[in-house]
C-alpha cells in the first residue's frame, strides 16, 4: 500500500484544516493518522475501519476532529476544527492489513506508513 498525505498548514488557534489520504495498492483494514509533536512521542490521533467505518479517536482530539473514508476515491479524511497549539505535530497515514483501528490508534503498530505533514497551530 502506499499512502499519499496532504493538506497540512499553518493555522490559527481555533481553526480548521482537513487532511487526506489516498491510498493504493493491497487492501488494508485500518487506515488512519498517528502524529509526533517536536520531543513527544508519537500519539494516535485516529483511525478506521476500512470497510465498517467504525472509528476511534484518541482522547485529546475527541470532539474536535472528525475521521471519513471514501471508498471510492480510497481516500480517508482528517477534519480538524477547534485546533490547539498542542495539535501542532507531523501528522503521519498509516494503514495496517490485518489489524484493527483500535489497535493501530493504541500501538501505533501499522504495516504502512504515508510521508508526514505538518500542522502547526500558531497566532
Known amino acids: 500500500v502506499q499512502l499519499q498525505a496532504s493538506g497540512g498548514g499553518l493555522v490559527q488557534p481555533g481553526g480548521s484544516l482537513r487532511l487526506s489520504c489516498t491510498a493504493s495498492?493491497?487492501?488494508?483494514?485500518?487506515i488512519g493518522w498517528l502524529r509526533q509533536a517536536p520531543g513527544k512521542e508519537r500519539e494516535g490521533v485516529s483511525c478506521?475501519?476500512?470497510?465498517?467505518?467504525?472509528?476511534y479517536y484518541g482522547d485529546s482530539v475527541k470532539g474536535r476532529f472528525t475521521i471519513s473514508r471514501d471508498n471510492a476515491k480510497n481516500t480517508v479524511y482528517l477534519q480538524m476544527h477547534s485546533l490547539k497549539p498542542e495539535d501542532t505535530a507531523v501528522y503521519y497515514c498509516?494503514?495496517?492489513?490485518?489489524?484493527?483501528?483500535?489497535?493501530?490508534?493504541?500501538?501505533?503498530?501499522?504495516?504502512?506508513w504515508g510521508q508526514g505533514t505538518l500542522v502547526t497551530v500558531s497566532s
Open positions: 495498492g493491497e487492501i488494508y483494514t485500518a
Open positions: 478506521i475501519n476500512s470497510r465498517d467505518g467504525r472509528a
Open positions: 498509516a494503514a495496517a492489513w490485518d489489524q484493527g483501528p483500535y489497535v493501530v490508534l493504541t500501538t501505533g503498530v501499522v504495516d504502512y
